[in-house]
């Protein structure tokens, strides 16, 4: 559903169509990260056919939101009149993009300006890029209409989000109109928020060798998560409170005040790309991380490269006697159907209390009630000194978790219901598992309320025994405790 | 070894003289192109596109279904045994030519309740000869094995007259002819139910014999009385329509403690054809009868194998598909014409998510405790869940 040409000077046409890769990385499937902009997949697009035709000096890249195959564009192509141009719907919606070879050449990552859904925007962005006229080419035969908020090919793209990427093309070309020397200039990430997007993008940085972005966009209230973690990208200061989760902020109304807030300054000396969510993340089977290794720039074609293909990052253990075995419960996550279940928490945690385990949970003084500890944890210094007083941290699927494991390497247990593991766990090992049902509704992207059953509680959490279980088994493997 | 996913196949689609003697028609296609629905419940059954109308005894043809099959991340076939005079029939042998050791291959199913040899009981010379006869069937193509034993699924093993002894002397048959054994699994949603007769595993029964959740529909007695004089649909007396999601779920939930069954994956469901008089079980997705929720369908895939690396041991990871042609129950997976290749896509997907999972996963570490420490907590979780989490 990805689709470039390739037109070589002796006007040799070459066809190749690609699809979003399901973990079996044959040679013609593409990384499928949710974590970057549609032009994303213009740049691999690009990449590959760079690669496959050498020669090539002019290559055609379908647009990737479109469902495209190389034998469509062909019959597209007859119309352009020369390279670069773009060719669009009845309106403005670009269908392909005909760029001189060494535009890709030497702008690689100036692509990821593009729209991808403003051919207007994107015909002026590349006329500054390569000093010259783009053509625009229209097909009146071809309405694309509006465009869905989300597709077969698992794109996620609604009406503001699409205006979100014309209103970033757009500071782009302010940008190269106003500067000079705006080949020079860093490009950042827009990722203010939340806590595991901004941790996730910090430890993808320091995995990508050659990253496009040397900045990166962060609400200023994630200063102590950027402290403790911080990626290769410098932090460019967003002084807003980030993005609320009852949308009662929208993604476009935050981005217009984050520019507002960014300032002129900023945006005149930055290229911003917008990393949120393009794609529907969890259709992937990758961890975020890589999702966002690929934004970076990773083409990420091989499973070596990917978080589950390479050993743990770290791993430490407490300096503490073996008994009484210590334990930190995370149990709420960031929406009603990732917390773990009252009654299945009480019943677990009584059953550890009884067989010897001294046990603190995170902002749960209800809990106390069953004679345990609930502490707070506000930042990321009070959460490590929580967990490093602990053998083994069990959480749900939420930035504790995915600090403690993938920062401290501490041993951790992870407690899945209705998002899925490969996503954001880590790498299964000794000091670290992933538990979850086999429930085929897993993911189901409801927050609140089950779709299927209708109740507050998520199904696909293991019960009492299968967690308790879990945790005693590791701890006999790792400390020689046994109950 | 990876998650093994086999598919349910329906060889009936060959030009082979055996075969249009057994079925009765020397149009193999002519059951699916001429049956037609009863009711506006029924939805009309779906007709093959990419690979045609195909008769297997074409070995061109034959290569195209097993290549596709391959592609699609398969590792083989589940053939039916059919019963004939005293042999069995199994249609096979255009598709074995195409099998290879490690890539694909073939398993077989056994239809205890359509075999009324094995539903009676019979002096054990008979037996033997028959289950010579059984496993001279099995043995014309690469199996698929576990423990290096050709795989045999029995249906309605409550049918045989006498399971225990059919397992021993169908597995001494077995060994009589260079076997070194058979790997049978009884079609249970339990495992324990049949193991004690010996079978080694379970696999999920089909859902036409398991409903795994309550049917959606249940007339109220003016609907019987709308019915009887002829103002509302009869299927909705007779019939049985389930959602399919909860369906679905409703399979996998808490399934480690069914013990050693393997799943049974399905995209659809419908078997009206074969209950013209009612009795079919239709399986629905927000669409209707028919269609297809590929969401749903292909996390079952994924969520079946990813169960299946966790819970059996490395040579007895299977997932079964039902169906690759099964056209006659709306199961079938084949590129089809209202469908394109959208549920061919789904299940190839699925299966590559699948297995980058466990892949990448790697073997989970073996239990650390004795199972007598695992039985202590199972025990004092349920009396601390009776105490209601009240800290008593």
């Given at each position: 559903m990805l689709a470039g040409l390739t037109i070589t000077s002796s006007g040799r046409i070459e066809r190749f169509s690609f699809v979003f890769g399901a973990?079996?990385?044959?040679?013609?499937e593409i990384f499928d990260s949710a974590?970057?902009?549609?032009s994303r997949y213009l740049v691999e697009v690009a990449r590959r056919l760079v690669l496959a035709s050498?020669?090539?000096s002019v290559l055609v890249i379908g647009n990737p939101l479109l469902p495209l195959n190389a034998e469509k564009l062909t019959t597209w192509?007859?119309?352009?009149?020369?390279?670069?141009a773009i060719v669009t719907d009845a309106?403005?919606?670009?269908?392909l993009y005909v760029l001189p070879r060494g535009l890709f050449d030497q702008f690689?990552?100036?692509?990821?300006?593009?729209?991808?859904?403003d051919a207007v925007a994107d015909q002026r962005l590349l006329s500054l890029l390569t000093g010259s006229d783009v053509s625009r080419v229209r097909v009146d035969s071809m309405d694309i209409s509006d465009f869905p908020?989300?597709?077969?090919?698992n794109w996620f793209q609604g009406e503001g989000r699409q205006r979100m990427l014309t209103i970033l093309t757009m500071a782009a070309i302010q940008t190269v109109e106003r500067t000079?020397?705006?080949?020079a200039l860093p490009f950042a990430t827009?990722?203010?928020?939340?806590a595991g997007s901004l941790l996730f993008l910090n430890l993808a940085s320091r995995q990508?060798?050659?990253?496009?972005?040397d900045k990166q966009i962060v609400c200023w209230s994630y200063k102590d998560i950027y402290q403790a973690y911080p990626g290769r990208q410098a932090p460019l200061w967003l002084r807003l409170p980030w993005l609320?989760?009852?949308?009662?902020?929208g993604e476009l109304e935050y981005l217009a005040r984050s520019l507002e807030r960014l300032g002129t300054d900023i945006i005149d000396n930055h290229f911003i790309v917008f990393m949120r969510?393009?794609?529907?993340?969890?259709?992937?089977?990758?961890h975020l991380v890589d999702q966002l290794k690929f934004a970076l720039g990773?083409?990420?074609?091989?499973?070596?490269?990917t978080v589950h293909g390479q050993q743990p990052l770290k791993s430490a253990r407490p300096?503490?006697?073996?008994?009484?075995?210590k334990l930190l419960f995370?149990?709420?996550?960031?929406w009603k159907l990732k917390n773990y279940r009252d009654d299945h928490a009480a019943a677990a945690i009584m059953t550890l209390k009884s067989l010897g385990c001294d046990i603190t949970v995170i902002?749960?003084?209800?809990?106390?009630?069953?004679?345990i500890t609930s502490i707070t944890s506000n930042n990321t210094q009070q959460l490590t000194t929580a967990a490093q007083l602990n053998h083994i941290f069990i959480g749900v699927d939420s930035f504790p978790h995915h600090f403690v494991r993938h920062?401290?390497?501490?041993?951790t247990i992870g407690l899945f219901a209705?998002?899925?593991?490969?996503?954001?766990d880590a790498k299964e090992a000794s000091d670290y598992r992933a538990l979850v049902g086999h429930?085929?509704?897993?993911?189901?992207?409801?927050?609140?309320?089950?779709?299927?059953?209708?109740?507050?509680?998520?199904?696909?959490f293991v019960n009492p025994p299968q967690l308790v279980s879990a945790i005693l088994d590791m701890a006999h493997d790792l400390y020689g405790f046994t109950p | 070894m990876s998650v093994r996913v086999l598919a349910f196949f329906d060889?009936?689609?060959?030009?082979?003289p055996e075969l249009i003697r057994y079925f009765?028609?020397?149009?193999?296609w002519a059951g699916l192109r001429t049956v037609r629905p009863v009711s506006r419940q029924h939805a009309h059954l779906n007709w093959p596109s990419?690979?045609?109308?195909?008769?297997?005894?074409?070995p061109t043809q034959a290569a195209n279904v097993v290549g596709m099959a391959v592609k699609a991340g398969l590792d083989g076939f589940v053939i039916d045994l059919h019963p004939d005079g005293d042999h069995y029939l199994t249609g096979a042998e255009p598709l074995a030519a195409w099998c290879k050791p490690d890539v694909f291959g073939l398993a077989f199913r056994l239809q205890a309740g359509r075999d009324t040899f094995w539903t009676a009981p019979a002096s054990k010379e008979l037996q033997q000869h028959r289950a010579a006869r059984l496993v001279k069937a099995l043995a014309i193509a690469t199996p698929i094995t576990a423990g290096g034993s050709p795989v045999l699924i029995v249906d309605q093993?409550?049918?045989?007259?006498d399971p225990a002894q059919f397992l021993a002397i169908l597995r001494d048959e077995a060994r009589n002819a260079g076997l070194p054994g058979l790997y049978m699994i009884a079609?249970?949603?339990?495992?324990a139910e049949f193991g004690?007769?010996?079978?080694?595993a379970a696999i999920d029964p089909g859902p036409d014999e398991w409903a795994s959740c309550k049917p959606q529909n249940k007339p109220s007695g003016l609907n019987i009385l709308e019915i009887e004089a002829g103002l509302r649909d009869s299927v909705e007396m007779t019939d049985k329509f389930f959602s399919y999601s909860l369906f679905a779920v409703s399979r996998m939930i808490?399934?480690?403690?069914?013990?050693?069954v393997f799943p049974r994956v399905f995209p659809a469901y419908q078997n009206w054809p074969s209950h013209t008089t009612g009795g079919a079980t239709v399986l629905m997705d927000r669409d209707g009868p028919?269609?297809?929720d590929r969401y749903i369908y292909g996390l079952f895939v994924e969520n079946a194998i990813t169960f299946a690396h966790e819970n059996f041991a490395p040579d007895e990871r299977f997932v079964f598909l039902?169906?690759?042609?099964h056209w006659l129950d709306g199961s079938?997976?084949?590129?089809?014409?209202?469908d394109g290749d959208l549920i061919y896509n789904a299940t190839r997907n699925a299966i590559d998510k699948g297995r980058y999972m466990t892949r990448t996963r790697g073997e989970r570490p073996a239990?650390?405790?004795?199972s007598s420490v695992h039985d202590m907590i199972s025990q004092i979780c349920d009396a601390a869940a009776a105490a209601g989490g009240s800290g008593r």
């Open positions: 973990g079996a990385f044959r040679e013609h974590n970057c902009p549609p050498p020669n090539a192509l007859d119309a352009v009149p020369s390279s670069p309106r403005k919606f670009p269908l690689e990552r100036f692509l990821l300006l593009l729209s991808t859904v908020q989300s597709t077969p090919t000079p020397e705006w080949k827009y990722q203010p928020y939340h990508v060798p050659t990253s496009f972005f609320p989760r009852d949308n009662s902020v969510y393009s794609r529907i993340y969890s259709a992937s089977p990758f990773d083409s990420m074609s091989e499973q070596g490269r300096d503490l006697p073996p008994r009484p075995l995370h149990l709420a996550g960031g902002d749960r003084p209800d809990l106390e009630r069953l004679g920062v401290l390497g501490w041993p209705n998002t899925k593991p490969c996503n954001s429930l085929p509704c897993n993911p189901c992207g409801g927050h609140d309320q089950c779709p299927l059953f209708g109740v507050s509680d998520c199904a696909n | 060889t009936r689609y060959q030009t082979s009765g028609s020397p149009d193999p990419s690979l045609g109308a195909y008769d297997l005894a074409d093993p409550d049918k045989l007259a079609n249970r949603a339990v495992a004690r007769y010996g079978f080694d808490n399934r480690e403690a069914r013990g050693k028919g269609s297809v039902e169906s690759w042609n079938q997976i084949e590129p089809s014409v209202l239990r650390q405790l004795p």
